[in-house]
């Protein structure tokens, strides 16, 4: 698969596959903290704050998620889903 691709056009198989795709590029490591997505985000994530509501329920269902531009919906990397809420909440992304 050609990545990046654009997030809100794809199936979710399409992302699934994307997901996997960038998991293997990355070596296993998260697109954001660089730890090993099979496990914890990094600490400074770990401790930072996240205002759940802000987010859709189920949120964390999945540990990795597909991170993506939500300017130009192309995506970027796959993350923990704490390093995706942190992306969210923080930074705008």
Same mark, same amino acid.
């Given at each position: 698969?050609?990545?990046?691709?654009?997030?809100?056009?794809?199936?979710?198989?399409?992302?699934?596959?994307?997901?996997?795709?960038?998991?293997?590029?990355?070596?296993?490591?998260?697109? @954001?903290?660089?730890?090993?997505? *099979?496990?914890?985000?990094?600490?400074?994530?770990?401790?930072? +704050?996240? &205002?759940?509501? $802000?987010?859709?329920?189920?949120?964390?269902?999945?540990?990795? @998620?597909?991170?993506?531009?939500? *300017?130009?919906?192309?995506?970027?990397?796959?993350?923990?889903? +704490?390093? &995706?809420?942190? $992306?969210?909440?923080?930074?705008?992304?």
């Amino acid at each position: 698969m050609k990545l990046p691709i654009d997030y809100k056009k794809s199936h979710w198989s399409v992302r699934k596959q994307a997901r996997e795709q960038y998991v293997e590029e990355q070596e296993g490591k998260c697109w @954001h903290c660089a730890e090993p997505l *099979n496990g914890p985000p990094a600490e400074d994530i770990a401790r930072k +704050k996240i &205002n759940w509501k $802000l987010f859709p329920s189920g949120f964390t269902k999945w540990p990795v @998620h597909l991170h993506h531009d939500h *300017n130009t919906n192309l995506t970027i990397g796959a993350v923990h889903s +704490k390093c &995706n809420a942190v $992306l969210w909440q923080y930074h705008g992304e």
